[in-house]
């Protein structure tokens, strides 16, 4: 079945970089893009882009372009999303989610906490 | 970019009550490609719908989505003390996904 067991939680500083791992299992880790969704406390869900497994090529949402890196590492099947300059809005839990279109599976997610 | 709009923010009913929780788009969605997506507290999302109206895989039959265009519907024919949650709407398949607000159904 498949798995995706992501990172601990983080708590960092308003300027600091954070970077979420979200290892797979269960099934073919190139066959699907790898999404990244957050959500802040109380309030919905926010899609912040997808990575491309087998070729690396990114797509981010608009609002993260220049803050936001996703990456990925084959070798163990596990994709990373990285956010820089962490403001307190930023505070969220983290949750990757491999799809072609819908999101059938989810980490269990990551709380990211933004404070001084 | 697609905005989801759901109404309404929370909704008050008792087990065994019909609910029916809507989803406007600011611009029609292709091939009604418009999924549905139930949350529990600390829980990640789980996929109900999607295509508009077909059920997920394991979903019970209570459960239903309609509509097209713009316009969307998800409704539960009879609640369970289960189906107590967030349900979020989301479009899919063009970039960028998008997800509405979500709407609380709450026990009364």
């Known amino acids: 079945q498949v798995q995706l067991v992501q990172s601990g939680a983080e708590v960092k500083k308003p300027g600091a970089s954070v970077r979420v791992s979200c290892k797979a299992s269960g099934y073919t880790f190139t066959a699907y893009f790898m999404h990244w969704v957050r959500q802040a406390p109380g309030q919905g869900l926010e899609w912040m882009g997808w990575i491309n497994p087998n070729s690396g090529d990114t797509n981010y949402a608009q609002k993260f372009q220049g803050r936001v890196t996703m990456t990925r590492d084959t070798s163990i099947t596990t994709a990373f999303m990285e956010l820089s300059s962490l403001r307190s809005d930023d505070t969220a839990v983290y949750y990757c989610a491999p799809a072609t279109v819908t999101f059938d599976n989810w980490g269990q997610g990551t709380p990211v906490t933004v404070s001084s | 970019e697609i905005v989801l709009t759901q109404s309404p923010g929370t909704l008050s009913l008792s087990p065994g009550e019909r609910a029916t929780l809507s989803c406007r788009a600011s611009?029609?969605?292709?091939?009604?490609?418009l999924a549905w997506y139930q949350q529990k507290p600390g829980q990640a999302p789980r996929l109900l719908i999607y295509?508009?109206?077909n059920r997920a895989t394991g979903i019970p039959d209570r459960f239903s989505g309609s509509g097209s265009g713009t316009d969307f519907t998800l409704t539960i024919s009879r609640l369970e003390p289960e189906d107590f949650a967030v349900y979020h709407c989301q479009h899919y398949g063009s970039s960028p996904w998008t997800f509405g607000q979500g709407t609380k159904v709450e026990i009364k």
């Open positions: 295509g508009a109206s």
């Open positions: 611009q029609s969605v292709s091939s009604s490609y």
